[in-house]
């Protein structure tokens, strides 16, 4: 069970932030292990074994990130990354074209909410189609939306219409990319108490509907397609 983050939690993702190399990291290394990566692992089990009582006949999978950066990709900046994430969505492979629940933290932020980062063309056709032959239960998803304010609606739009379904449903309808998503920043207290757990089930089990609804869409496209 997650117990909460403490303070060696924060100075390790501030230290690595400033040090990032090798030696200082290995010096840190238990740091890291024992106080970020274990209770995000715990984190991540107990936001999997929610998700999954919620929706049971999805195949889900729960992926925590590694603070290694790919040797590839450097870019310049320094061998790890000073953030943890952790995704739970269905499907080995093309996880950014599939809608995923996630939770990250980093130094100065936590996060979480349900993602539909980088939908290939076809599915955003079919995703746009699908909400106006479902433009009645999508409206009523926006709607409940619309009435809380723990999430935010980010996301990519295109910079030329692609439509007009009427003013409730036309922010979503012109995205790229879809994000519903709670941010926490700077860092609260919240990150250290067990009961964070329970805000981050509570708030991605009320994004099941829309998970539930952006399935159906990808479920519709040709799987060559996607």
């Known amino acids: 069970m997650f117990q909460g983050y403490d303070q060696t939690t924060v100075d390790f993702m501030w230290g690595i932030r400033f040090n990032n190399e090798r030696d200082w990291f290995m010096a840190h290394k238990s740091d890291y292990t024992d106080h970020f990566l274990a209770p995000t692992k715990a984190l991540a089990d107990q936001v999997y074994d929610a998700i999954h009582a919620a929706l049971p006949d999805e195949p889900l999978i729960c992926k925590v990130s590694r603070i290694y950066r790919d040797a590839r990709r450097l870019f310049g900046r320094g061998p790890y990354k000073d953030n943890l994430w952790f995704a739970v969505r269905s499907g080995e492979e093309d996880w950014q074209g599939r809608p995923t629940f996630w939770f990250e933290i980093g130094p100065d932020f936590y996060q979480y909410g349900l993602g539909f980062w980088a939908p290939g063309a076809a599915v955003l056709a079919q995703y746009r189609k699908y909400v106006d032959e479902h433009a009645d239960e999508f409206a009523k998803l926006v709607r409940r939306f619309n009435r809380q304010s723990e999430f ?22 012109q995205k790229k990319n879809i994000m519903l998503v709670r941010t926490v920043t700077p860092l609260d207290d919240r ?35 996607r």
């Open 191 to 225: 990150i250290f108490d067990p009961a964070l757990a329970d805000d981050v089930i509570n708030g991605l089990t009320e994004l099941v509907p829309f998970y539930q609804f952006f399935t159906k869409v990808l479920a519709s496209v040709p799987v060559e397609e």
């Open 152 to 173: 935010v609606l980010e996301g990519e739009s295109y910079a030329r219409p692609k439509g007009d379904p009427g003013k409730l449903l036309y922010p979503w309808y």
